[in-house]
């Protein structure tokens, strides 16, 4: 020992540097996440303003557009309304084709070939149809430049104007609506190129004509480039999805066995087990290791790898950030010194939430009645007298003898009674009626209580009183 009094013992900081150095990863994680968020959301405004604006306008035309740019929503509607697969989506569309173009079979139509959890409600539409075939033909309309995809371009060629037309008519309508100003001879004879050099007024056609050639062509690029790009962006989406499927079965694979390891040998757990883990190839060591595998898959780096390598780019749908949430919060529930039922029960909740994960990489949601999605609500933000904002006012009801969450705001509520909850008053027995009977509606869909984007779209450009 040194004789100086004032002499310090060395101490190795080598562990507190490492925890230093993995604090500030992580909070690089954190802020990229972050960033990928904040764009996520700026993302989401940008097409939720498109939306409410091509919704509000009424058109089918200008709602086609909007999901042609944004293709990513006509996936989220699909899901929302159950569509799981695109066979689901093709019946759906096929449906609604099939009541546009024989409108007295509508009825026929609705009640066998639209699917359940449809987005259009068939007792609706043919209410709807009886009181004013325009209104429904429209909705129709609406819905099928949605989810209808080749199906809404071939309906909108069946329907245009210009069928029947030959090809130097068809490229003369696209002149004119370009800015063409000549007539159908004016134009034939300016693309011909047959023209008089002193003819100044046809020349003057005629590079007008160039002109929205060379416009044309520039678009079709741009779209064909765009479609590539789309196209591209997609294949790397699933080779990312089918990356984070495979990690996913493999943890999945450890949990089976850490269990099986369990019930073949309880003693492995608890105290007794902890006294023989250090034995190595003890069932109890052997026990211990597998946790650990399974645990180091549930940390925070992990897991944040997870985010980052997800098919979003880390910027994740609510439902499966809640669940990569959950996931992490499972770590302490995986402990063996608890005893074998315990270690049992928290083995499970991460094959849960982990399976919960991997049914939104491939494109399903969790059970309804397991996920409370709150968001926007029906009809968006609503101002209140106190001056705040009010978008769901959630009550806790009982249905089916299940305990749950539902919003109080729905849209078969009158604009009194929507004014009568703002006002801050405790619902009547009438408004909580309704928001049962539209929340048994919605679960025997297959759908949350709770409005998603499109709900909200849909309910506040269908509202005259909004």
């Not at 060379?214 to 479609?227: L, V």
Request: hydrophobic share 35%.
């Amino acid at each position: 020992m040194n004789g100086n009094p004032f002499y310090v013992q060395p101490v190795d900081i080598s562990p507190g540097l490492r925890g230093l150095a993995g604090s500030f990863e992580r909070m690089g994680n954190r802020r990229r996440a972050e960033e990928a968020e904040r764009k996520a959301e700026e993302k989401t405004k940008v097409i939720r303003e498109k939306l409410l604006t091509a919704y509000r306008s009424g058109d089918p035309n200008q709602i086609a557009e909007v999901v042609a740019e944004y293709p990513e929503f006509a996936k989220a509607a699909s899901i929302a309304y159950g569509l799981k697969t695109e066979n689901d989506r093709a019946e759906y569309a096929g449906a609604l084709r099939a009541a546009l173009n024989d409108p007295d079979k509508m009825d026929e139509i609705a009640k066998n070939q639209m699917p359940r959890g449809a987005a259009v409600d068939p007792k609706r539409l043919i209410e709807i149809y009886k009181n004013d075939p325009d209104k429904a033909k429209l909705i129709l309309e609406q819905e099928l430049a949605i989810f209808g995809g080749e199906e809404w371009k071939a309906y909108r060629e069946s329907t245009s104007p210009s069928k029947g037309l030959t090809s130097t008519q068809k490229d003369y309508n696209l002149a004119v609506e370009q800015g063409f100003k000549g007539t159908f001879i004016d134009y034939k004879k300016a693309v011909s190129g047959d023209i008089d050099k002193n003819d100044l007024e046809m020349l003057k056609l005629r590079t007008q004509i160039l002109e929205i050639n060379d416009r044309i062509a520039t678009r079709e690029a741009e779209r064909k480039a765009k479609e590539a790009e789309a196209k591209e962006t997609e294949t790397l989406k699933e080779k990312k999805t089918k990356h984070l499927i495979s990690g996913i079965d493999s943890v999945l694979g450890e949990i089976d066995k850490a269990v099986d390891q369990v019930k073949a040998s309880p003693s492995a757990t608890g105290i007794t087990g902890a006294a023989t883990s250090i034995v190595p190839g003890s069932p109890s060591y052997n026990l211990r290791r597998r946790v650990e595998t399974i645990k180091a898959n549930v940390g925070f780096d992990k897991l944040q790898a997870m985010r980052d390598a997800s098919p979003t780019g880390g910027a994740l749908g609510q439902v499966s950030e809640r669940e990569l949430n959950f996931l992490q919060s499972t770590i302490t529930a995986l402990d063996p010194n608890m005893g074998d039922k315990e270690l049992i029960e928290g083995l499970r909740k991460v094959e849960k939430h982990y399976n919960n994960w991997k049914r939104t990489l491939t494109g399903e949601m969790p059970g309804i009645r397991e996920q409370v999605k709150k968001g926007l609500g029906y009809f968006g933000p609503l101002q209140r007298p106190d001056g705040k904002v009010s978008t769901e006012l959630s009550i806790g009801v009982n249905i089916d003898g299940q305990e749950m969450e539902i919003p109080s705001l729905v849209p078969t509520l009158t604009q009194d009674e929507v004014n009568y909850l703002l006002s801050g008053k405790e619902p009547t027995k009438e408004i909580v009626d309704k928001a049962v009977d539209h929340a048994k509606r919605r679960l025997n869909e297959g759908k949350s209580p709770f409005a998603d984007e499109v709900d909200y779209l849909k309910t506040i450009a269908e509202k005259d009183w909004q």
